[in-house]
């Protein structure tokens, strides 16, 4: 079944000319990132491995890395008030609404989808933000979702098409898509204590499509959960991160953590977590114990922090 839904996407996706590119391949983009890391002190690169000043991603422009600015979301920019400094961004003063994204899958319009995107991804661009934190990519299957309106529906291949054309007509923009929540995330309440139990068979065929289709149309980050898949948080969760999104998906860009998501500090710096957002005040402290303690080590820092360097250089953000 999983093998016919992709291949009907495939096909819409060809003929919509729905696969976007990027300007740095990744290999070349991994290499350059390996030269920027190698500049780092060690206190820097445990600062990059967790946001900065809750919407940024952290930086040290004097040695070739600005900090990068993210928002919400799906259906339009999210202005803010709470900028560490006026000076970092050019702020918005408004920003359109745009019609829920159910409404948008409900055209059936990848073609609609992707013009809705790039006019949100130009709203980004004048307001100097780098990574949008959409599209939103959750299932419709439990009624009481209060985010339900915010994803495209219920159907894995509807929502794949219009998510693959909602990354190209972002980031042709130079905008930066980020594919939300992986995984499993379809329920809003008590979403940071639910533990989501779902067979290999719905995992593959109803959860992980879309998130497939939004990655082979070149998205540059995914943003993990907050509930746990089978026992373990997703974003500190090796197989959800090692195993399905970089194994079974391909997926070569950043992987960051959704706010205030995860709790345990090695198994995040070892999951295969890229960024923790916006980082808890004690993770700093904690890195530095670990590091002590020769539970961790640097090279686990840098092999952390590298995919979100990687990616920046790959998109054209630095």
């Known amino acids: 079944m999983i093998r016919k839904i992709m291949l009907s996407l495939a096909a819409c996706c ?6 976007a590119r990027q ?11 390996d030269s920027l890391i190698a500049r780092l002190s060690l206190d820097e690169k445990i600062r990059f491995a967790r946001g900065y000043s ?34 970092m961004v050019r702020q918005l003063e408004r920003s ?6 159910i409404m948008l899958a409900s055209s059936f319009d990848p073609d609609l989808a992707f013009r809705y995107a790039e006019a949100v991804g130009e709203e980004c ?11 939103g990519l959750n299932i419709a299957r439990n009624s009481q979702c209060g985010r339900n309106f915010e994803y495209f529906g219920e159907d894995p291949l509807l929502t794949s098409v219009m998510a693959a054309a909602y990354v190209r007509g ?26 989501s139990l779902i067979g290999e068979r719905a995992l593959h065929e109803i959860y992980m499509p879309p998130f497939r289709a939004g990655i082979e149309a070149g998205a540059a980050y995914v943003m993990t959960s907050y509930n746990q898949l089978d026992g373990e948080w997703a974003g500190q969760n090796s197989r959800v991160i090692g195993e399905l999104l970089r194994g ?26 890229n960024a923790e957002m916006p980082g808890r005040r004690e993770f700093v402290q904690e890195v530095r114990e670990l590091l ?27």
């Open 248 to 273: 079974e998906l391909g997926f070569r860009g950043c992987v960051m953590s959704d706010w205030g998501s995860v709790y345990d500090t090695e198994k995040v710096v070892r999951s295969g977590q």
């Open 125 to 135: 661009r004048a307001g100097g933000i780098e990574v949008l934190l959409g599209p």
């Open 292 to 318: 002590r303690q020769g539970r961790i080590s640097e090279k686990d820092l840098e092999r952390m922090i590298r995919p979100n360097v990687a990616t920046a250089v790959a998109f054209g953000l630095y």
């Open 170 to 195: 972002m980031q042709q923009t130079g905008t930066a898509a980020c594919l939300k929540h992986f995984i499993g995330n379809e329920t809003e309440f008590y979403r940071r204590r639910s533990n």
């Open 23 to 33: 300007p740095v391949a990744w290999d070349e983009a991994y290499r350059r990132a």
């Open 54 to 87: 809750s919407f940024f991603f952290y930086g040290v422009p004097e040695k070739g890395i600005p900090y990068l600015y993210l928002s919400d979301a799906t259906q339009g920019v999210h202005l803010r008030n709470n900028l560490p400094d006026s000076t």
């Open 96 to 101: 359109t609404a745009f019609p829920c994204p």
């Open 14 to 19: 060809a003929v919509a000319g729905l696969f």
